[in-house]
């Protein structure tokens, strides 16, 4: 079984920094793309930032400029960098992984349980 667990989410007033991170366990023989999604009530999820192996990221349209990712393959750790903080961040934040659980088993999308980052002065 697979479990992506996210950490470090609240509330931080406009222009203030958060830092979310995201750890992967369970039964994991590789991963390739981690990423971080976001999603309001009555909207659908978006692509925050995600990371390869190697280090190639892919930047959502909210995120460019204001928010870094990093990633920890030892450690299966995904980090989100969240600077510079506006109300219309508010949302909940997604941990998405794409991994095999065994050599021979299909690449398959996992999702951690969310955290709520809210930004309100």
């Known amino acids: 079984q697979v479990q992506l667990v996210e950490s470090g989410g609240g509330l931080v007033q406009p222009g203030e920094s958060l830092r979310l991170s995201c750890v992967a366990s369970?039964?994991?023989?590789?991963?390739?793309?981690m990423g971080w999604y976001r999603q309001v009530p009555g909207k659908q999820r978006e692509l925050v930032v995600s990371?390869?192996?190697?280090?190639?990221?892919t930047y959502g349209d909210s995120a460019k400029g204001r928010f870094a990712i990093s990633r920890d393959n030892a450690k299966r750790m995904v980090y989100l960098q969240m600077n510079s903080l506006k109300p219309e961040d508010t949302a909940v934040y997604y941990c998405?992984?794409?991994?095999?659980?065994?050599?021979?088993?299909?690449?398959?999308?996992?999702w951690g349980q969310g955290a709520q980052v809210t930004v309100a002065s």
């Open positions: 998405n992984a794409e991994l095999r659980t065994r050599s021979y088993a299909p690449w398959q999308a996992y």
């Open positions: 369970g039964t994991i023989y590789s991963i390739d793309v």
């Open positions: 990371i390869t192996t190697d280090g190639r990221t």
